[in-house]
């Protein structure tokens, strides 16, 4: 087994009084692709920043990619592509400049910068807007031109915190396609996201983080079957009625959640279970079977939904 | 997953090791290449005013008020020379330490919060140290303009001696970054904009204009106002430079203690931003 690309033990943060992230175990193996899924506030992003060198542990062990953050920020971050949260573009530049200035940031020739600059743009599907600048760009193209921009110093791993957070359906496809690609090229990704469909797709592995803690780990479909039933059946009466519907319910499939729109049924045989439903004489407004996702593991590990 | 094959990720040749080692000692000066890139859009426009204002400057306050103040003073002059000479100097320091305080200001404030390059650049291999160092040499640059223009007109209008106007440039320089520190290190403190920013304006600039015998020799304002110029940076680069243009008596000790308050000034702010610098981007 290779050595991890980033390992940390009992790895914590605290902002005064208050723990961010508290005392969290992970080790990412080399080429993997690996996630922290959690609500607002989990502590990904914290997580992040200390992978990064750029926030400094309070205490636990961390290494990352044979350093350790402590005292090896530069060492680090030579070997990261770094994407924030938020973009930090320099609005103010042209498209090509921001990464031509990025890639002078870690040294490299100018020629060479130029050349990789016009690889990226292709490869971020921005060759047209080159010369625009940046604070004319759309919100899915900042992130691409961002994740280009981290890719700069040619990265053995990439950070992306929340890469797709507030792009439509099409934009995080194209993103996801781009992620993927450098996967195959063997680039190791650390990825937060707090959709379970941005974890099912590109982590081969993830933890589920809520309040600084770890609640459990595993690929997508592992956590799935641990914690959850192979089909869904939800079930809606309407918000003044679904308390007491779930009550009939109670007994059908393995596990019954009341959420305020809507009733959920945990069953490996969805359409069995909604037949049991009608049989009860239970009239649903409208009813659905499908897959198990991480939102039911997230459910039934925290009680809450991801996206409050 | 296989563990036997673990891919490994196509680095290009790029040497990433070397990249740390570079980010180390040359860090800063990336930094100062990015806002200097990013200064290339507003370069005509500062080169008008950084040219126009010495024009206005020397020609308004040395001529207008210079031929009142001379018909005053007589043969003596001011400090010995022509009005126009005595202020020339101070005048070209004036324009640095407005400039360098400007853009500490409104760049250092804006680099965290309106434009967070800051963060930007701390995702770099670089470090606090070096974009504090950076960025004030940009504003050295930036400052240069100004510098270079008045220098400029004196030499043309045979303002005091060439080689004198010459020695305004690393003074200036100097005394720039003194102030550029120091506004720097207050600036960086602020995490709030409620119109505080403008006080750097118009409670040490202007007054330090003002007080630092600018317009007029320190000695002539009242003994218990003295204190104003003594501490002001601007005073000591005026003194320095009226030392250089003309020759104003200035003993070497002076010389001394004009330089290293400056040195001190812009070393201890410098150390202070740093500082700041390094916890708010230790998040
Ligand atoms: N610099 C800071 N000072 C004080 N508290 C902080 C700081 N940064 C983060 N926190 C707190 O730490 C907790 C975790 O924040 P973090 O940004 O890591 O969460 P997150 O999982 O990334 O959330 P989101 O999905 O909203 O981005 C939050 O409660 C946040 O308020
Ligand atoms: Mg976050």
């Known amino acids: 087994m290779p050595a991890p690309v980033i390992e940390a033990t009992g790895l914590t943060k605290r902002y005064g009084d208050f723990t961010a992230v508290d005392g969290i ?73 921001n990464l031509i200035i990025y890639g002078r940031y870690f040294g490299l020739p100018v020629p060479y910068v130029k050349r990789r600059a016009e690889e990226l743009l292709e490869f971020a599907q921005l060759t047209e807007k080159r010369r625009s600048r940046v ?33 439509d359906p099409q934009a995080r496809h194209v993103l996801w396609d781009r992620l993927f690609r450098l996967k195959e090229e063997g ?58 519907a779930s009550q009939a319910i109670e007994g059908i499939g393995s596990r019954v959640e009341v959420l305020p729109d809507r009733v959920l049924v945990y069953a490996d045989d969805g359409e069995a279970a909604m037949s049991a439903v009608h049989e009860r004489g239970l009239r649903p407004i409208t009813s659905l079977v499908r897959r198990s996702s991480l939102e039911d593991v997230f459910l039934r590990l925290t009680g809450r939904s991801l996206i409050e | 997953m296989s563990t036997l094959e673990q891919p490994v990720a196509d680095v290009g040749g790029v040497d990433h ?89 409104y760049g250092v404030f804006g680099g965290f919060k309106w434009f967070p390059m800051f963060f930007a650049m701390n995702g770099t291999p670089i470090s606090a140290a070096h974009i504090v160092v950076g960025f004030q040499v940009s504003v050295l640059v930036r400052v240069l303009l100004p510098l270079v223009a008045f220098s400029l007109v004196m030499v043309v209008f045979g303002i005091g001696s060439p080689l004198g106007a010459l020695l305004l440039l690393p003074i200036g320089l100097l005394l720039a970054a003194a102030v550029g520190f120091a506004v720097m290190a207050w600036v960086s403190t602020q995490t709030e904009d409620r119109g505080q920013l403008s006080f750097v304006e118009r409670f040490v600039v202007v007054p330090l204009t003002l007080f630092s015998g600018t317009y007029f020799p320190l000695e002539t304002l009242p003994a218990f106002l003295h204190w104003i110029g003594w501490i002001s940076p601007l005073w000591h680069a005026a003194e320095l430079g009226r030392g250089a243009l003309y020759g104003a008596e200035l003993a070497p000790v002076m010389v001394l203690v004009h330089v290293g308050y400056l040195v001190l000034l812009a070393g201890l702010t410098c150390w202070l931003s740093i500082r700041t610098f390094r916890r708010r981007l230790d998040k």
Not at chain 1, 147 to 159: D, E, F, T, V, Y
Not at chain 2, 23 to 46: K, L, N
């Open chain 1, 135 to 167: 604070d004319g760009l759309s919100g899915g193209m900042k992130r691409r031109l961002t994740i280009a921009r981290g890719l700069i110093n040619s990265p053995k791993a990439m950070l992306l915190d929340e890469p797709t957070t507030g792009l």
């Open chain 2, 17 to 105: 090791a070397l990249i740390a080692s570079r980010a180390r000692g040359w860090g800063w000066w990336f930094v100062a290449e990015h806002r200097i890139r990013a200064m290339r859009s507003y370069v005509a426009s500062w080169i008008a005013i950084s040219v126009g204002s010495p024009f206005l400057f020397l020609l308004g306050l040395g001529l207008g008020l210079g031929l009142l103040v001379d018909a005053n003073q007589g043969a003596q002059g001011v400090d010995g020379v022509p009005y126009l000479v005595f202020i020339a100097p101070a005048l070209s320091m004036a324009t640095a330490m407005q400039t360098a305080a400007q853009e500490n200001t």
């Open chain 1, 25 to 97: 175990d992970f080790a990412i193996q080399p080429g993997e692709a690996f996630g922290f899924l959690g609500p607002n506030g989990a502590g990904k992003s914290t997580t992040m920043r200390m992978i990064a060198a750029t926030s400094t542990r309070t205490s636990g062990d961390l290494s990352v990619l044979g350093f350790d953050p402590a005292d090896h920020g530069p060492e680090i971050r030579a070997q990261l592509g770094i994407v924030p949260q938020a973009d930090q573009l320099d609005e103010e530049l042209r498209v090509i400049d």
């Open chain 1, 187 to 244: 680039t190791t990704l650390v990825l937060t996201t707090h959709y379970m469909d941005e974890a099912e797709q590109l982590c081969d592995r993830l933890v589920v983080v809520d309040k600084g803690t770890i609640v459990a780990e595993g690929s997508p479909s592992s956590l799935i079957r641990q914690y959850s039933t192979r089909e869904v059946l939800e079930v809606r009466f309407g918000s003044a009625h679904n308390e007491a």
